[in-house]
Structures are given as C-alpha cells and as structure tokens.
C-alpha cells in the first residue's frame, strides 16, 4: 500500500505561491501576454485528481492565478483533442503516456496499440491545436526523443517543458526556465523559489556541477512526514531536509538532471515502480505471487518502456513440482507464464499487471533474508537489448 503523506494547508498555499512568483503570476509588472497562466488561459485537466499533480498543481494553482480548468473525466486521445479545439485550450498539463499516444498511434483503436510499432498519429492533423501556448510534462521523466517529437507535433510559438515535483513538496519542485521555448532535453528545470537543494553523494560528500548524488531539499511546502510511520519520517525527512530518494545531477546552469531512483537503498520506504505516473508497490505484487500454487517465491522490478515508463516484470522461483513440468514441456513453461500474468491481472488494477515473468533457480537474498532487488533489476535490464527478455507490448487504454 502506498505511504499516506501528511501534507498542510501551509505547505499546499505556499506551494501555489511558489508557482505563482517563478511564473511571474504575482508581480503586477508582468504584462497580460506573458503570464504563464491568468483569467485567458484554458487548462485541460486529463489528470486524476487523487493524484498530487492533477489536484494540487493543476486544479489549485490554475484555479488561484484565475484560469479556467476544463475537468475531463478520463483520457481519450481523440476526446481531448475534441476539447482542445472547442474549447481553445491553451495548456496541456500531460504526463509521458499521454505524450506518447499525441505523438505517436498506429490507428483509432487505441486499446489494440502496439507500442512496438507505433507511426506517427494521423489523428492530430485533423484539429486545430493552434491555441495552445503551454506543454507542460511531468510526474515521470521525459525522453529526448519524445520532446523532439512534440516539438513536431504541437505549434511553433508553444512553449514545451518538463516539470519536477513530489507528494512530499505539495507538489512542485522545478520547471523549464521561462527564457526557453522548449526546456533543455533530458533536464526537469531549475528550482521554484523557496528552495534551497544539495546533491549528496554515497559517500556522504556534497557533489559539485554535474556530479551524481541524491537530491536534499528544504522548502516550505514540506510535508510533515508519513502518517502512522515514525520510521519512514525519520529516514526520509532529517534534520529540516527532504532526502527525495532521487538521484541527479545539477549543471552549471542550475538545471537539474534525473538519473534514477536510489530509494532501494532505505529499509523503510518501498522501492515503488511507477506506471503511467502511478505508483506500484513490488511487495504488493510479490505477496499476490507467492499466494500462487506454482510459485515458491518472487522479485518484482521495474523495467523501462517507451509508453508507460516503467513496467512490473515478476522474477520467480517455481515450486518443485511446477519447475518439473516446465522442464518436460516448452508449451508448458509459456502456458505457466501467461498462467501467471493472467493470475495477476485478475486481482490487480490494470496498471500492476506483469509485463512478463522469468522463471529463475533461486531469488537472491543477503543473509538477512531481504531481497537484492538491484541484481535481478540490472539482469533484466542487461536482457533488454539483447532481445532475451520477453515483454508484453499489448498496452490497454
């Protein structure tokens, strides 16, 4: 189950004022056109508001600075491009996934993409996206490729960026610099105001430009902590500072740069995969897995993918008597694979389904018992380009 966060009124205002004084919303000096959102801007709201970036960011910020915010219940591509059109959106408030499908679909049946083999979307070309000022991307990372893909796909003089943030901050952290018309590739910003960041590295020395360590944080949208878990508090808000569990690298520029999540490296807090923005538990699935009559034990890891981010993929060990059968029979070992996957999808929400299983000997553990989930994450990944890992492409919208 994912970690209840205690945030305050204080921190969710100080947040929005946050917003409101990087984007140049609180000085009566910044003229009508250049507001990055004011009473003409029209924001599409795709997002599901339990979620932080739907609720906080786009809901109350657009709300507070006046705009109008366009509530659609569920996210179609050709739906929301109806709604961009008549209703003269001006910001599209994304994450990856649904960059992906404006990029990027092989044909209207969106529930039979392949994102294997995905061309580029007729779809778009059939409305006008003129009036949109404001690509705004985040709640995942954000691919070169992608960003120059929308760079095609969406108007000249719109301004496309990625942003940064986390339940933990009352949401946002950093955005593209508004000198920009599309944010440095790869980058998720510079900081809002109001916060002061340090980049720590394994060894416990600060890092300097462009060197790797995780991301600190003091701002005053800081949450209290983790309700009823004192522990998780304790390891990831010390003395006054955020420790985000995000590893980065800051340029001389001040852009900040993320290049993995180091998480797995506090007992407390789970090593969380995150799917189309939502959060997945690995101890959730791993629990549904060993209740299977066929499986001794498991490791689920995420994996990346073009569409969704990340993917679950299940590393289990058979029981004795399944692992024989699959050693008498090719068909059995697949039939036992898909038998799993189908197991999963039945009790669990559609985003924690398993893009695959790998039957491996034994899962590795340290003399404690606790699973070394690093070493079968960098297996899967080493599998990845060599073809050897078998992924399920089919993606359900």
Not at 8 to 14: F, G, L, P, S
Not at 167 to 172: G, L, N, V
Not at 280 to 296: C, K, N, R, T
Not at 316 to 336: C, F, G, Q, Y
Request: proline residues 5%; neutral net charge.
């Amino acid at each position: 189950m994912r970690q209840a966060v205690m945030i305050t009124h204080y921190a969710v205002i100080a947040n929005m004022i946050q917003n409101g004084q990087y984007f140049q919303l609180t000085s009566s000096n910044t003229p009508a056109e250049q507001l990055v959102f004011g009473p003409e801007s029209v924001i599409l709201c795709t997002l599901p508001l339990f979620h932080a970036y739907g609720l906080l960011f786009v809901l109350f910020t657009g709300l507070c600075y006046g705009a109008t915010i366009l509530v659609s219940q569920q996210f179609q591509l050709e739906r929301a491009l109806k709604s961009i059109q008549r209703y003269r959106v001006t910001h599209l408030c994304f994450v990856p996934p649904m960059a992906v499908l404006l990029c990027k679909v092989d044909s209207f049946h969106h529930d039979e993409l392949e994102v294997s083999d995905v061309v580029q979307s007729p779809i778009v070309q059939n409305y006008d996206l003129t009036s949109v000022r404001y690509f705004m991307v985040g709640a995942a990372p954000v691919s070169s490729e992608l960003t120059e893909q929308l760079v095609r796909v969406l108007p000249e003089e719109c301004k496309i960026g990625q942003g940064y943030g986390m339940t933990e901050t009352a949401t946002m952290i950093s955005f593209m610099r508004l000198d920009q018309r599309v944010g440095t590739l790869g980058s998720a910003g510079v900081l809002l105001p109001g916060y002061v960041a340090r980049v720590v590295k394994q060894d416990g020395t600060l890092a300097g430009f462009n060197e790797l360590g995780e991301l600190h944080l003091k701002t005053p949208s800081m949450a209290l902590g983790y309700l009823d878990n004192p522990q998780a508090t304790a390891e990831t808000f010390k003395d006054g500072w955020l420790h985000t569990g995000d590893e980065v690298t800051i340029n001389e520029k001040k852009e900040i740069f993320i290049s993995d999540r180091i998480k797995v490296y506090r007992s407390i807090l789970p090593e969380l995969i995150k799917v189309r923005a939502f959060q997945v538990a690995p101890a959730e699935l791993e629990g549904l897995l060993i209740d299977h009559p066929d499986v001794a034990d498991a490791c689920v890891v995420g994996i990346p993918d073009a569409y969704s981010g990340e993917l679950p993929l299940a590393f289990v060990s058979l029981t004795k008597e399944a692992r024989a059968r699959t050693e008498r029979s090719v068909d059995e070992h697949e039939k036992l694979k898909t038998g799993i996957m189908e197991y999963v999808a039945k009790h669990k929400v559609y985003y924690k389904r398993l893009a695959g299983v790998e039957f491996v000997d034994v899962i590795p553990k340290n003399p404690s018992g606790k699973l070394l989930r690093r070493i079968l994450r960098d297996r899967a990944k080493s599998m990845l380009p060599t073809g050897d890992l078998k992924i399920a492409s089919k993606v359900k919208l």
